[in-house]
């Protein structure tokens, strides 16, 4: 019988995540690595798009058979998820001195800048809680940003967990309006006028003659999405300074 920790009750995605299991016995023994299987799933999404990502893809660009990959990976959908991590890499090292605001800050910031690198990482969806080797360094050092804190676990990892989620979204929406804002130009400050009845949209309607909608800058999309990323960043952070405030208080 098995002990608890024996890798045998582990499933095979998490062993070959975490470089616990080697290549299966599917397929002809050839020279490759799963190193290399997913380094070429990561060129193909990177310079195709996610739609392109497939087993037969990916072993095109390798000169392998598509039955050659199964020796590495059970399935697209494995091979996705492990692609995903290792493009996504490991989190930077955030300033060792300082406050918890200015690490998270840095954290969640690097987290957007993966995910604007390339629009296929999100859009990968999420089926599982995160058990990838980067995935749990990004958690890690998120967790580790709120260390000198008197939060307790739980509260560390629900808020590590909003802030990644806001990060995921706001950089999904991101590249999503960026690509309407670019085949579907609409000027906002001129079209509103003219369609809404402004007895059934006085707010929207005062947004835009206040310029809300103002478009000027968006012809620097990248800077534009990170100045709305950071607006909403920086209101997280600071309803979190209320509960530390709060949990320190209550000490």
Do not use: C
């Amino acid at each position: 019988m098995s002990s608890p920790g024996s890798e045998d009750e582990l499933p095979r995605n998490v062993r070959l995540a975490w470089g616990l299991s080697g290549p299966g016995t599917r397929g002809p023994r050839r020279g490759l690595t799963l190193d290399q299987v997913l380094d070429a799933a990561i060129a193909v999404a990177n310079t195709e798009g996610f739609e392109a990502l497939s087993m037969s893809r990916v072993a095109k660009e390798l000169g392998f058979t598509t039955m050659s990959l199964y020796r590495y990976v059970d399935s697209k959908d494995q091979l996705v998820e492990l692609a995903w991590d290792r493009a996504i890499g490991p989190p930077p090292e955030l300033p060792s001195e300082g406050s918890w605001r200015e690490r998270l800050d840095a954290w969640a910031t690097a987290e957007y800048r993966g995910l604007r690198a390339y629009r296929w990482l999100t859009e990968h969806p999420i089926r599982t809680a995160p058990y990838w080797p980067n995935n749990m360094r990004w958690l890690d050092a998120g967790l580790g940003a709120l260390s000198a804190t008197l939060l307790d676990e739980d509260a560390k990892v629900q808020i590590v967990l909003t802030i990644s989620l806001y990060v995921i979204s706001r950089a999904r929406f991101s590249w999503e309006l960026e690509s309407s804002l670019v085949d579907h130009r609409l000027d906002y400050p001129t079209v509103m006028p003219r369609i809404l009845d402004p007895e059934k949209y006085p707010w929207v309607l005062a947004a835009v003659a206040a310029g809300a909608f103002d478009d000027d800058e968006v012809d620097d999309l990248a800077a534009w999405h990170e100045q709305d990323f950071r607006f909403g960043l920086e209101r997280l952070l600071d309803g979190i300074d209320v509960l530390i405030g709060r949990s320190e208080a209550t000490r």
